[in-house]
C-alpha cells in the first residue's frame, strides 16, 4: 500500500535492552512526526522532522531517545536503556510539507518493556 | 500552553441515534483543531480540520465539527450513527501558528449498541 508501514508490529524488550523502531512515510513526504501513545491517552508529540533535519525534538522525554532521518525518508526511532515505563504504542505520521497538512499516521509499533 | 480536554471518556449510543463528542481547547489565538478517528489495529484517520473560515466544517463519513470560539469547544457531531462507528476519536489542537506538532486530547471511546 502506499500508506505509512512501521515495522515491528510488536516489540517486546527486556529493561535495559536497546531498541529500534522503524517508520517508512508515504512517498514523497517531507515531513515526518513520531509520537508515543500510552494507555488510555492521546498520541504524545515526541520529534518532527522535516527533510533530515529534527525540526523539533521538544517532546523526547529524555537522552535515551534519539530518532534520525538521514536521507529525508526512513526514519528511526531509538531508545537506550529501556525502561518499563517506555511501554507503549510508538506512532508515526507524515505530511507533504509542514505548516497546515494534515498528518498520515502508520499503525504504530506496541513496544513492552518487561 | 495549549491543551485539549474530552471530557467523555466513554459513550454509547444506539445505532442511528445523533452523536455529540465533546472537546474544548485552550489557545490564546484563533486554533488549527482536529477530529481523528482510530479503530483497533488501525492508524489514527483523519476525520475533519478547522483553520479558518465557516466555523462548521464537514468530514469523512458524515461527521461535522463546530467551532465557536467563545466557549473554546470543537464538538464533533454525526446525525444518525452506524455500527462501524464504534471506535476511539481523538480531538487535536495545532501547537503554535501550524499544525506540525499536535496536542492530542485523552480520546472519548464510542461504543454502538444494534
Known amino acids: 500500500g502506499a500508506g505509512v508501514s512501521q515495522t515491528p508490529s510488536n516489540k517486546v524488550t527486556e529493561k535495559g535492552k536497546y531498541v529500534e523502531l522503524r517508520c517508512d512515510p508515504i512517498?514523497?513526504?517531507?515531513?515526518l512526526y513520531w509520537y508515543r501513545q500510552s494507555l488510555g491517552q492521546g498520541p504524545e508529540f515526541l520529534i518532527y522532522f522535516q527533510g533530515t533535519g529534527a525540526a523539533d525534538d521538544s517532546g523526547l522525554p529524555n537522552d535515551r531517545f534519539f530518532a534520525v532521518r538521514p536521507e529525508g525518508s526512513v526514519s528511526t526511532l531509538k531508545i537506550q536503556r529501556t525502561e518499563r515505563g517506555d511501554s507503549a504504542v510508538y506512532l508515526c505520521?507524515?505530511?507533504?510539507?509542514?505548516?497546515?497538512?494534515?498528518?498520515?499516521f502508520g499503525p504504530g509499533t506496541r513496544l513492552t518493556v518487561l | 500552553a495549549q491543551s485539549v480536554t474530552q471530557p467523555d471518556i466513554h459513550i454509547t449510543v444506539s445505532e442511528g441515534a445523533s452523536l455529540e463528542l465533546r472537546c474544548n481547547y485552550s489557545?490564546?489565538?484563533?486554533?488549527?483543531l482536529f477530529w481523528y478517528v482510530q479503530s483497533p489495529g488501525q492508524g489514527l484517520q483523519l476525520l475533519l480540520k478547522y483553520f479558518s473560515g465557516d466555523t462548521l466544517v464537514q468530514g469523512i463519513k458524515g461527521f461535522e465539527a463546530e467551532f465557536k470560539r467563545s466557549q473554546s469547544s470543537f464538538n464533533l457531531r454525526k446525525p444518525s450513527v452506524h455500527w462501524s462507528d464504534a471506535a476511539e476519536y481523538f480531538c487535536?489542537?495545532?501547537?503554535?501558528?501550524?499544525?506540525?506538532?499536535?496536542?492530542f486530547g485523552t480520546g472519548t471511546r464510542l461504543q454502538v449498541f444494534p
Open positions: 487535536a489542537v495545532g501547537d503554535g501558528y501550524n499544525t506540525d506538532k499536535l496536542i
Open positions: 505520521a507524515s505530511s507533504p510539507g509542514h505548516g497546515e497538512g494534515e498528518q498520515f
Open positions: 489557545y490564546g489565538a484563533t486554533p488549527y
Open positions: 512517498s514523497g513526504h517531507t515531513a
